[in-house]
């Protein structure tokens, strides 16, 4: 027998779509890169990087622990109440993603992450990393996939295996610069800069059209629910 249920592979499905999301938020990966350009911030970065890691995992799984004791997938009544969840989640998120698109860009942000972070101790680095979960975004980010686990049936093992995925993927765009700094640092240096450069002229027109794509996503998922 397959160990990979039906109800697993949903919850996978509804999940990576989000991480994908959480991966491309560009204020984690500005301050990942300020860390890394940083000479005495870069022994630093290893330890943000297991901040956000656990972040990323700690939050969503209290949002399907949570929403695990209360839903009961065998009444249909849950599927309303779940549903308008999505959407609340998706219209905000919506809402920050047209936000987004029309702030200006702010060409300051890299050299003041820099600034900030130049002398920052390992302990806070991985304070930082944990606390960035904490943004309003990050937290939307973070409901809905705990909504997308924990409404599912789903033995212990299977939502930490969702859990997994969604942490992997959203963590992916910090921890690959930073195991790759780590291995190669000289020649991750100029690349680190471009794309610092990048995310200053474009950060928030690149999340604020996949938070649109996501909040469109989930609350079209909600309206699905609550017709059901």
């Keep these: ?37 940083s000479e005495k911030g870069r022994s630093s970065a290893p330890f943000y990087l ?52 029309v702030r200006q860009a702010d060409t300051r942000s890299g050299s003041s992450w820099a ?35 924990g ?7 299977e939502g930490m295996m969702a859990l997994a995925v969604y942490t992997a993927i959203g963590g ?3 921890a690959i610069p930073v195991l790759a700094s780590l291995v190669r640092p000289d020649a991750m240096e100029p690349r680190l800069r471009q794309v610092l450069g990048w995310l200053e002229r474009n950060q928030h027109i690149v999340a604020g059209v996949v938070v649109l794509l996501v909040g469109a996503l989930i609350t079209g998922n909600g309206f699905t629910h609550l017709a059901g």
């Design 115 to 149: 600034a900030r972070l130049a002398g920052i101790s390992p302990v806070s680095a991985a304070g930082l990393g944990v606390a960035l979960n904490l943004r309003p975004k990050a937290v939307l980010l973070a409901a809905a996939a705990g909504l997308a686990i």
């Design 1 to 37: 027998m397959s160990p990979w249920t039906a109800a697993m592979l949903s919850a996978i499905g509804a999940v990576v779509p989000l991480a994908v999301a959480a991966a491309l938020s560009s204020v984690p990966i500005l301050a990942m890169i300020a860390l890394l350009l």
């Design 172 to 174: 992916s765009s910090v």
């Design 50 to 101: 297991v901040g956000w890691i656990v972040g990323l995992f700690g939050v969503a799984g209290l949002f399907a622990l949570g929403l695990s004791t209360v839903s009961r997938p065998s009444s249909p009544t849950d599927f309303p109440v779940f549903g308008a969840l999505e959407i609340i989640i998706g219209i905000a998120l919506l809402v920050f993603g047209v936000v987004l698109i």
């Design 151 to 157: 409404t599912k049936s789903l033995s212990v093992s």
